[in-house]
């Protein structure tokens, strides 16, 4: 056992160093090397154990197999900033949302929102592409906290993405202990309501103390308006986006059609704008429109000097702003993937039942084991496949209905995961909202509130229904 919990003390030992000698700047590099010596180190104890190199391959092959996607959605995601900036498409959002949303209550607004919307979407990952993105853009605007602003945004878009059918964590959890969809998502409601009041109070009560003034306001709503031609029609590849989520169009073809549709916005109603993204000019060819689009696809809107401040604002986006993600991703779906094909995760969760005597006990090892799952394999589907088969026989033999194991996952599997820097869901929201994981977290008040509730209502024996029970939250 103690060989065992040898590559995971290796990797805490090097992310606190890499924290310590690197701050802020760790993700941008020295994390993704302390999961590879990590990972080499899982690889050795695989060895000890006998194992052969095909085998433990087959696990880091299987792990970032499943990565590809959500990479790929990271990278379009990138592109449709690029395109949304600079077609004007984020900068009308800002202009017209700093018009109808007041400071004061910002940040309930902002969760409140994005709770809707991915309510009706089934994605937090696209809320937060999308809206979260102006969000933050207002929140920029009014001189408000970037940090408080993303956890508004991420504790609406999880709580949307929690309740709704359309979401494919909501319906993995189901499915992975065999329980019906919508029984889960009503016996869902005992924790993830209660969580979500209470963070809608805590963000209304936060003050908005250094926000801007009404003349700064108004100096940015005119900047934008010189920079940009700015109409509702701006607003209409946002439209798009959402009638294709509407439409259950999935999420990867839906942001390339709303990117090329962005871009497509911009060359006919935003020309003097993308030929400034122009390297070279060529004059009387359409050469520097083509340039200027492309660059905006790769490397993100660049605003010219003259902007100023309002540069931080809008100069954002880009496939190549999520590279460092993905590095994030890979090296980390190496080590999980490693862990998994040689045993060590699966051990390590078998250790964390050992000590279940009562119903409290057995919530609390299934919120550990999915926010365990969460950091050591870096990836939510798995934080709640895993749990998932390992726990259902112990719920089976307490007699306690499945839905209280569906539940209790998407309680800490689902809402843990965008918690930490290296997972998945962690470092695209760090990288669409431009906020690190580690800031934002303090104040993703939903996604902490909520495993906190499900360890409560364990113990308090709140809302554990028996095997032959229904929901009726």
Not at 41 to 53: E, N
Not at 260 to 278: D, H, I, W
Not at 396 to 409: F, G, Q
Not at 453 to 458: E, K, Q, W
């Amino acid at each position: 056992m103690l060989l065992s919990l040898a590559p995971i003390g290796l990797l805490i030992a090097l992310l606190s160093a890499s924290v310590a000698l690197f701050g802020s700047d760790a993700s941008y590099g020295p994390n993704q090397v302390a999961l590879i010596i990590s990972a080499a180190a899982t690889m050795l104890v695989g060895w000890h154990r006998g194992m052969s190199w095909q085998a433990i391959q087959e696990g880091m092959v299987g792990a970032i197999t499943v990565s590809i996607m959500p990479m790929m959605i990271l990278l379009s995601v990138g592109a449709l900033i690029g395109s949304w900036m600079i077609s004007g498409t984020v900068p009308g959002m800002i202009y017209y949302g700093i018009q109808l949303l007041n400071p004061n209550w910002f940040y309930a607004a902002s969760a409140l929102i994005c709770a809707l919307a991915s309510l009706s979407l089934g994605s937090s990952w696209t809320v937060a592409g999308t809206l979260g993105i102006g969000m933050m853009g207002i929140a920029t605007t009014y001189s408000l906290s970037p940090a408080i602003t993303a956890g508004a945004v991420i504790s609406g878009a999880y709580f949307g993405d929690k309740l709704s059918p359309l979401s494919d964590t909501t319906n993995l959890a189901a499915a992975a202990v065999g329980v019906d969809l919508f029984e889960h998502i009503k016996n869902m409601l005992w924790t993830t309501l209660p969580a979500f009041v209470l963070a809608l109070l805590v963000f209304s009560l936060i003050g908005s103390d250094g926000a801007a003034t009404p003349e700064n306001i108004a100096e940015i709503r005119s900047a934008l308006a010189s920079r940009f031609s700015l109409s509702p029609w701006v607003l209409s590849p946002l439209a798009l986006m959402l009638l294709l989520i509407y439409l259950k169009v999935p999420a990867y073809p839906a942001i390339l059609i709303c990117t090329f549709s962005g871009t497509l916005y911009a060359a006919c109603f935003q020309p003097e704008v993308v030929r400034t993204m122009a390297i070279a000019a060529h004059p009387n060819t359409p050469a520097p429109l083509i340039q200027g689009l492309w660059m905006a696809l790769f490397s993100g809107y660049q605003s010219p000097p003259e902007l100023g401040a309002l540069s931080q604002l809008l100069d954002k986006g880009g496939l190549a702003s999520m590279l460092n993600t993905i590095f994030l991703i890979l090296t980390a779906m190496t080590f999980g993937g490693m862990l998994e094909s040689t045993g060590i995760l699966r051990q390590l969760l078998n250790s964390v039942l050992r000590g279940v005597k009562r119903t409290g006990d057995l919530i609390l090892a299934t919120v550990s084991g999915g926010i365990i799952t969460n950091i050591l394999a870096a990836d939510q589907f798995l934080a709640i496949t895993l749990p998932g088969r390992l726990f259902t026989p112990a719920y089976d033999e307490r007699k306690l209905n499945r839905l209280n194991l569906s539940r209790t996952l998407e309680d800490s599997a689902t809402l843990t995961s965008v918690l930490v820097p290296w997972n998945t869901c962690g470092a695209f929201m760090a990288a669409t909202l431009g906020v690190a994981t580690l800031d934002y977290a303090p104040y993703a008040l939903f996604n902490l509130t909520c495993p906190f509730l499900a360890i409560v209502f364990g113990y308090a024996t709140i809302a554990q229904l028996p095997p032959t029970a229904r929901a009726t939250a």
